[in-house]
């Protein structure tokens, strides 16, 4: 197995269903309000919703929630936590959802999985007009010296191309938004950042670490090996060596609305 191909990084999560679930952390609210605020109601399409980090949040503040997953084992892990959410197996590819039937399509941590070239007119049939598609994305603060040499020890397999704030800046601004034609389905794009942060210590922040598509798909000896040496320096810093710490994160946001 090329454990560089992103299809294979892509459908790696099912196997870990149970550990991201329990790992990977929620979502900045203000995050999610400033996603939505451009809506024209709250019905809203949680779009590769994983095991339900980004629909219990966004039910929490009153949206009217569809989650829809193509993983089954992440389907069913949704389900299992969020018992009453109305969750759907499909893709960005092939939503099952209506023409013009939610007011936001939403992604967290997933819209880099999409091919937006069928994806795009996908998420723009079932968006209402002035509807908005909005990704989301839990990165570390790598403006923390310490937060940042966890990319130093851990390489781009635990630490990828979207998981720091820089790499997030860059990684986003060469995100392919829809198009239809030659003519943009969706108007210019926003972004914005906001503070968060998650409780950790050492042996979680290794699991969570350890949920990455780029540590699923290792060899297991390397990723034995890429999690001692994450555990090592964890263990070498003073911010981290004895209980819990927050790990500094923001959740950042890429928003277009539906023209």
Do not use: C
């Not at 679930?21 to 919703?49: F, K, M, N, S, T």
């Not at 989301?136 to 998981?163: C, F, H, K, M, Q």
């Amino acid at each position: 197995m090329d454990h560089e191909d992103p299809e294979v990084h892509g459908s790696s999560f099912g196997a870990a269903a149970i550990a991201y679930a329990e790992h990977r952390p929620d979502y900045a609210h203000a995050a999610i309000r400033w996603a939505l605020e451009p809506a024209p109601g709250l019905r809203v399409l949680d779009l590769g919703a994983g095991t339900g980090k980004l629909t219990a949040t966004l039910t929490e503040l009153g949206a009217e929630v569809t989650a829809v997953e193509p993983d089954p084992a992440m389907l069913a892990e949704l389900r299992r936590g969020l018992p009453d959410a109305h969750a759907l197996p499909g893709s960005a590819e092939e939503i099952p959802l209506p023409d013009a039937s939610v007011d936001a399509v939403v992604a967290g941590n997933a819209m880099h999985w999409f091919d937006m070239s069928v994806a795009g007119p996908e998420i723009a049939r079932v968006l209402r007009p002035g509807g908005v598609l909005a990704g989301l994305w839990n990165v570390i603060d790598d403006r923390i010296a310490w937060a940042a040499g966890l990319e130093t020890v851990g390489g781009s397999a635990a630490i990828g191309p979207r998981d720091t704030l820089g790499n997030w800046r860059a990684a986003t601004a060469n995100l392919h938004l829809p198009k239809n034609g030659g003519s943009a389905r969706f108007g210019s794009p926003e972004q914005a950042e906001f503070p968060h942060g998650q409780r950790r210590t050492a042996d979680s922040l290794v699991a969570t670490l350890g949920t990455r598509a780029g540590m699923l798909v290792m060899p297991a000896a390397e990723r034995a090996a890429t999690l001692g040496r994450i555990r090592g320096y964890l263990a070498s810093r003073p911010e981290t060596a004895g209980g819990e710490f927050t790990l500094p994160m923001l959740t950042g946001v890429l928003r277009v609305r539906r023209i």
